[in-house]
Protein backbone atom coordinates (compact mmCIF):
# COMPACT_ATOMS: atom_id res chain seq x y z
CA UNK A 1 0.00 0.00 0.00
CA UNK A 2 1.63 3.45 -1.04
CA UNK A 3 -0.06 6.82 0.16
CA UNK A 4 -0.25 9.61 -1.66
CA UNK A 5 2.39 12.93 -1.51
CA UNK A 6 -0.37 15.14 -0.34
CA UNK A 7 -1.19 12.68 2.90
CA UNK A 8 2.51 12.07 3.37
CA UNK A 9 3.47 15.43 3.76
CA UNK A 10 0.32 16.36 6.08
CA UNK A 11 1.14 13.52 8.72
CA UNK A 12 4.78 15.20 8.54
CA UNK A 13 3.15 18.61 9.15
CA UNK A 14 0.81 17.63 12.10
CA UNK A 15 4.23 15.74 13.36
CA UNK A 16 6.10 18.46 13.54
CA UNK A 17 3.69 20.89 15.09
CA UNK A 18 2.91 18.14 17.60
CA UNK A 19 6.81 18.24 18.35
CA UNK A 20 7.45 21.87 18.94
CA UNK A 21 8.09 22.58 21.98
CA UNK A 22 6.39 24.83 24.98
CA UNK A 23 6.61 28.01 24.31
CA UNK A 24 7.56 27.57 20.62
CA UNK A 25 4.00 26.20 19.49
CA UNK A 26 3.42 28.45 16.31
CA UNK A 27 5.33 28.06 13.35
CA UNK A 28 5.38 29.97 10.31
CA UNK A 29 4.06 28.01 7.10
CA UNK A 30 7.90 29.03 5.79
CA UNK A 31 9.54 27.26 8.55
CA UNK A 32 6.98 24.39 8.92
CA UNK A 33 8.10 23.90 4.75
CA UNK A 34 12.02 23.66 6.02
CA UNK A 35 10.95 21.17 8.49
CA UNK A 36 9.24 19.14 6.34
CA UNK A 37 11.07 19.15 2.98
CA UNK A 38 8.39 20.13 1.23
CA UNK A 39 8.38 23.52 -1.40
CA UNK A 40 5.98 26.38 0.43
CA UNK A 41 3.47 26.07 -1.99
CA UNK A 42 2.16 22.36 -1.19
CA UNK A 43 2.74 23.25 2.30
CA UNK A 44 0.22 26.35 2.31
CA UNK A 45 -2.61 23.92 0.60
CA UNK A 46 -1.89 21.52 2.99
CA UNK A 47 -2.20 24.09 5.70
CA UNK A 48 -5.79 25.01 4.05
CA UNK A 49 -6.80 21.76 4.34
CA UNK A 50 -5.94 20.60 7.97
CA UNK A 51 -7.30 23.96 8.65
CA UNK A 52 -10.65 22.74 7.22
CA UNK A 53 -10.63 19.48 9.08
CA UNK A 54 -9.94 21.21 12.42
CA UNK A 55 -6.56 19.40 13.10
CA UNK A 56 -4.21 22.63 13.05
CA UNK A 57 -5.38 26.55 14.08
CA UNK A 58 -4.05 29.58 11.93
CA UNK A 59 -3.59 32.84 13.69
CA UNK A 60 -2.75 35.51 10.90
CA UNK A 61 -0.83 38.95 11.16
CA UNK A 62 2.48 39.63 12.47
CA UNK A 63 2.62 37.50 15.45
CA UNK A 64 0.42 34.88 13.51
CA UNK A 65 1.20 31.26 12.53
CA UNK A 66 0.00 28.18 12.82
CA UNK A 67 0.09 25.25 15.95
CA UNK A 68 -1.66 21.80 16.18
CA UNK A 69 -5.52 22.08 17.27
CA UNK A 70 -6.94 20.01 20.44
CA UNK A 71 -8.40 17.83 17.58
CA UNK A 72 -5.11 17.72 15.61
CA UNK A 73 -3.19 16.26 19.05
CA UNK A 74 -5.90 13.19 19.08
CA UNK A 75 -6.49 12.13 15.32
CA UNK A 76 -5.22 8.77 14.38
CA UNK A 77 -3.11 8.31 11.32
CA UNK A 78 -6.01 5.43 9.77
CA UNK A 79 -7.96 8.86 9.89
CA UNK A 80 -6.20 11.15 8.08
CA UNK A 81 -5.36 8.88 5.72
CA UNK A 82 -9.07 8.05 4.90
CA UNK A 83 -9.67 11.22 4.98
CA UNK A 84 -6.95 12.64 2.61
CA UNK A 85 -6.62 10.09 0.33
CA UNK A 86 -9.89 9.76 -1.62
CA UNK A 87 -8.69 7.43 -3.96
CA UNK A 88 -11.11 4.41 -3.81
CA UNK A 89 -9.29 1.49 -5.33
CA UNK A 90 -5.68 0.29 -4.95
CA UNK A 91 -5.33 -0.56 -8.20
CA UNK A 92 -6.17 1.51 -11.51
CA UNK A 93 -9.43 -0.99 -13.12
CA UNK A 94 -10.36 2.08 -14.78
CA UNK A 95 -8.38 4.19 -17.09
CA UNK A 96 -8.46 6.65 -19.80
CA UNK A 97 -7.71 3.92 -21.69
CA UNK A 98 -10.55 2.16 -20.94
CA UNK A 99 -11.73 -0.35 -18.12
CA UNK A 100 -9.80 -3.36 -17.41
CA UNK A 101 -11.87 -6.44 -18.91
CA UNK A 102 -12.38 -8.20 -16.05
CA UNK A 103 -13.77 -5.57 -14.00
CA UNK A 104 -17.04 -7.12 -13.55
CA UNK A 105 -16.79 -9.54 -10.61
CA UNK A 106 -13.49 -8.95 -10.31
CA UNK A 107 -11.85 -10.80 -7.27
CA UNK A 108 -8.86 -9.54 -7.12
CA UNK A 109 -10.36 -5.47 -6.68
CA UNK A 110 -11.95 -6.81 -3.68
CA UNK A 111 -9.29 -8.34 -1.83
CA UNK A 112 -7.30 -5.10 -2.91
CA UNK A 113 -10.32 -3.53 -0.82
CA UNK A 114 -9.86 -5.31 1.84
CA UNK A 115 -6.11 -5.01 2.08
CA UNK A 116 -6.48 -1.23 1.78
CA UNK A 117 -8.97 -1.45 4.43
CA UNK A 118 -6.65 -3.38 6.89
CA UNK A 119 -3.90 -1.21 6.25
CA UNK A 120 -6.08 1.87 7.44
CA UNK A 121 -7.38 -0.70 10.54
CA UNK A 122 -3.86 -1.32 11.42
CA UNK A 123 -3.12 2.68 11.26
CA UNK A 124 -6.35 3.55 13.22
CA UNK A 125 -4.75 3.05 16.98
CA UNK A 126 -1.59 5.52 15.94
CA UNK A 127 -2.21 8.65 17.26
CA UNK A 128 -0.36 11.19 14.99
CA UNK A 129 0.83 12.71 18.42
CA UNK A 130 2.44 9.81 19.27
CA UNK A 131 4.54 9.55 17.06
CA UNK A 132 6.19 13.09 17.56
CA UNK A 133 7.14 12.20 21.46
CA UNK A 134 9.80 13.69 23.54
CA UNK A 135 12.34 11.90 24.95
CA UNK A 136 14.07 12.37 28.04
CA UNK A 137 16.84 15.27 27.51
CA UNK A 138 15.55 17.03 24.36
CA UNK A 139 12.45 17.28 22.39
CA UNK A 140 11.46 15.00 18.90
CA UNK A 141 12.72 18.15 16.72
CA UNK A 142 16.02 18.14 18.35
CA UNK A 143 16.66 14.55 18.23
CA UNK A 144 15.16 14.46 14.42
CA UNK A 145 17.85 17.09 13.66
CA UNK A 146 15.46 19.76 13.64
CA UNK A 147 15.60 23.24 14.80
CA UNK A 148 11.87 25.13 15.34
CA UNK A 149 12.22 29.28 15.59
CA UNK A 150 10.58 30.76 18.29
CA UNK A 151 8.22 33.60 17.19
Known sequence: MRINAFSDVSLRVLIVLAAAPAGAEVMTSTAISVQVGTPYHHVTKIIARLREL??????????GGVRISPAGRRVTVGWVLRTLDTRTDVADCTT???????????????????AREAFFEELDDIVVASLAHR?????????LGLSIPVL
Open 135 to 143: PRGGSTTQS
Open 96 to 114: LHGDCPLLEGCRLRRALAR
Open 54 to 63: DLIDVTRGRA
